[in-house]
């Protein structure tokens, strides 16, 4: 079953990457998560004269390890700001290509590489594929949050409807899990999320709040890879 999965998201990855990264781009945005293992994989496959000439903005400690493994170029978004190119995964993408991500804990970085691009490209499996945000994803939207207010937050975010949401605990430390930025996260379930756009307002006016995962009339397409070996392509 794994490997039907790994099969799925490297399939929707190397066409994303041979569909969307040009000979002319630049500057390409490299996302977070297993999907995008296969992304840098499919990078790597380029001309290494195409990629030498172009410089890679990750989102995360993850995708920044990944880049420089393969010996790439390797930039921050503050040096780059004009990106021709991001290309992420997504824990959810409903039918208007609004997306849930976060369940990596890097959706702040995340989101600022998918704004600063042209285009942005999702990649995933068959299982992120979904009518209404919520259908598949059941762990909640995750919210990063400064240390010092998670406890506010908290108590208001379960006063919007979200009883169940808890702050994310790590698990092979005493303690919650600690983003790249040195913030706590909050997993906030609200079952199906009709408005995700008008939710995301909603949370990210609360004092405290850093980022939530909700990426909403972002992703231009979205790529996702099916049992079958094809690939299911979504644009809006």
């Not at 999965?5 to 996302?31: M, T």
């Not at 899990?177 to 307002?201: C, E, R, S």
């Amino acid at each position: 079953m794994t490997s039907l999965i790994e099969q799925a998201k490297q399939k929707a990855a190397y066409q994303a990457v041979d569909e969307h990264v040009l000979p002319s781009h630049r500057v390409i945005g490299v996302g977070s998560g297993s999907t995008v293992v296969h992304v840098v994989a499919r990078l790597l496959q380029r001309d290494p004269e195409l990629n030498a000439k172009t410089v890679f903005v990750p989102t995360s400690f993850q995708s920044r390890g990944l880049l420089l493994d393969g010996g790439l170029n390797v930039g921050d978004v503050d040096q780059y700001p004009d990106i021709d190119v991001t290309i992420d995964g997504a824990d959810e993408v409903d039918s208007q290509l609004n997306a849930i991500k976060g369940g990596g804990g890097a959706h702040l970085q995340e989101k600022v590489v998918a704004e600063a691009a042209k285009k942005f490209v999702i990649v995933a499996d068959y299982r992120k594929n979904s009518k209404i945000l919520g259908e598949q994803w059941k762990q909640g939207v995750p919210i990063e949050v400064a240390p010092f207010a998670w406890r506010v937050v908290l108590v208001k975010i379960q006063n919007m409807g979200s009883k169940d949401a808890k702050l994310r605990m790590a698990v092979a430390k005493a303690g919650p899990v600690v983003t790249d930025n040195g913030n706590f996260l909050i997993d906030a379930p609200f079952g199906l999320i009709q408005d995700p756009a008008n939710l995301l307002k909603d949370i990210k006016l609360i004092t405290g709040v850093v980022e939530v995962g909700l990426f909403c009339n972002m992703a231009e397409i979205a790529y996702f890879g099916n049992e079958d070996g094809s690939v299911a392509i979504r644009t809006k």
